[in-house]
């Protein structure tokens, strides 16, 4: 018995140690630095919900005025999920230097995950193109959960498109949409992970909770905008009024 247990315990360490590795080997999928020759700031919160799962994002420098972004979340946790989100990363990078058009890019998206994904899994995503020059983006979503804009006054804008989910039926079309950038706005790029998660009293944070953290958070920076958007997610519910019955 206690060889058995001592093979179990050697098991259950290496497979730990291999997660731990499929973690880190996951985060180095993001982006280690931002391009700073743009007129944009970025800043990033990446807390996924075990130790490895399918979330993922990417900034990438086209050409000298286009910038690339892409969020994508794959279904399921673990490590089919991060698996799949390499050959997505791999994907993206490809076609996305090969147009400006994110619609055309979750369409050659689409195709090439169905082809190769046999597992069932599926990737909701939301990709723009941004013309550094006239500030114009160009946005896309598959799947994914409404992104946010909060303009520099406070109020804030969803980026809806009609799209299908990628991987799961080929040879359909993605809608594409424009708008312009200016100076003081900021684009709210999340997985359902945040807008889900329960606030301190229970209700779900919901789109409104991230718009209202930006807002009240105006002229900040993009580092102090993510730590206080978590902040206000995890913050405690507030103490009853007096004489309130719990």
């Avoid at 007129?39 to 994002?57: M, R, T, V």
């Avoid at 949409?177 to 706005?185: A, P, V």
């Avoid at 998660?197 to 993510?226: T, V, Y």
Wanted: proline share 7%.
């Amino acid at each position: 018995l206690r060889e058995t247990l001592g093979k179990l315990d050697a098991a259950n360490r290496q497979l730990v140690e291999e997660l731990n590795l499929a973690s880190e080997l996951q985060k180095s999928l993001l982006p280690r630095a931002y391009p700073t020759d743009a007129p944009l700031e970025f800043a990033h919160k990446f807390i996924p919900l075990n130790s490895i799962g399918g979330d993922f994002f990417d900034v990438l420098r086209l050409d000298e005025r286009t910038l690339g972004l892409v969020i994508a979340d794959v279904s399921g946790h673990g490590v089919g999920p991060a698996l799949v989100t390499a050959m997505f990363k791999s994907s993206f990078g490809g076609e996305s230097r090969r147009g400006k058009s994110p619609a055309a890019w979750m369409k050659a998206l689409n195709e090439e995950l169905g082809d190769n994904l046999t597992t069932g899994h599926y990737v909701t995503a939301f990709a723009a193109s941004i013309d550094l020059e006239t500030l114009e983006m160009r946005f896309c979503s598959a799947g994914h959960p409404n992104q946010l804009i909060v303009r520099a006054d406070g109020r804030a804008e969803e980026l809806s498109t009609m799209g299908f989910l990628l991987g799961m039926v080929q040879g359909v079309d993605y809608e594409e949409k424009t708008i312009s950038l200016e100076g003081g706005d900021t684009i709210v790029l999340f997985t359902d992970g945040v807008f889900e998660s329960p606030n301190a009293g229970g209700a779900p944070f919901g789109r409104e909770g991230i718009a209202r953290s930006i807002a009240s958070r105006a002229g900040e920076g993009p580092a102090a905008l993510s730590d206080g958007l978590i902040s206000d997610l995890l913050a405690p519910a507030p103490p009853p009024p007096p004489g309130a019955r719990e």
